[in-house]
């Protein structure tokens, strides 16, 4: 799913998580800033040879919205970076070694970790075989599920409709917060 949807939807989630349970707004703004990271820790790589290499910003931004036959041609070692840095992001076995390292040493952050988990599970439904799968089993396999591809105008136009929906739905009711 695009990264904007992506936060927009983790916030929803902690503004209803909020209404259940006390969590603080660190942990608000944890879930959120967790549910971005695997869409912007990948593109380190490509920003540093950008910032320190031969790469350029058109470089970047190709990378950005690149689609599977198109993408920029990128030095083998950044590709390789990128790549893994991706599957890592997106990985339910990595995320479920974190998740543990952290229940055993920062309890406190295992609420921002859902963020983390709330994208690798829409994203697994959101690509699709030929559209960058999510490699949910790296680094098992980099087989995905096929689901439906999130930039598909009909998909884009459903996702932000149900966004919009949530959102009004969580202002008309905003008070139902509770406060930590
Ligand atoms: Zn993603």
């Keep these: 799913m695009d990264i904007l949807a ?12 909020g209404r259940k349970v006390a969590i603080t707004r660190y942990d608000t703004l944890g879930i959120v800033i967790f549910a971005l ?11 540093g040879w950008v910032a320190f290499g031969g790469g350029t910003m058109r470089d970047l931004y190709e990378y950005v919205v690149a689609t599977p036959a198109a993408e ?4 083998p070692i950044v590709k390789e970076l990128t790549h893994h840095l991706h599957c890592i992001g997106h990985s ?9 390292v952290v229940w055993r040493m920062r309890r406190n952050w295992l609420i921002p970790l859902l963020g983390w988990w ?10 699709s075989l030929d559209y960058y799968p999510s490699p949910v089993l790296y680094p098992i396999t980099y087989r995905g599920f096929d689901g439906v591809a999130w930039n598909t105008p009909t998909f ?8 919009a929906a949530t959102w009004i739905w969580l202002w008309r009711t ?7």
């Excluded at 920029?72 to 030095?75: D, G, Y």
């Excluded at 339910?92 to 543990?100: D, F, H, K, R």
């Excluded at 905003?174 to 930590?180: A, M, T």
């Design 156 to 163: 884009m136009a459903l996702n932000y409709a149900f966004l």
């Design 92 to 100: 339910a076995i990595v995320a479920g070694a974190v998740t543990l």
């Design 37 to 47: 990271l695997p869409d912007l820790v990948h593109l380190l790589p490509v920003i």
């Design 6 to 17: 992506h936060g927009m939807w983790a916030a929803a989630g902690a503004e209803v998580l």
């Design 174 to 180: 905003r008070s139902r917060r509770i406060v930590p």
């Design 118 to 127: 709330l994208h690798i599970v829409i994203d697994v439904f959101t690509h």
């Design 72 to 75: 920029p041609v990128l030095p």
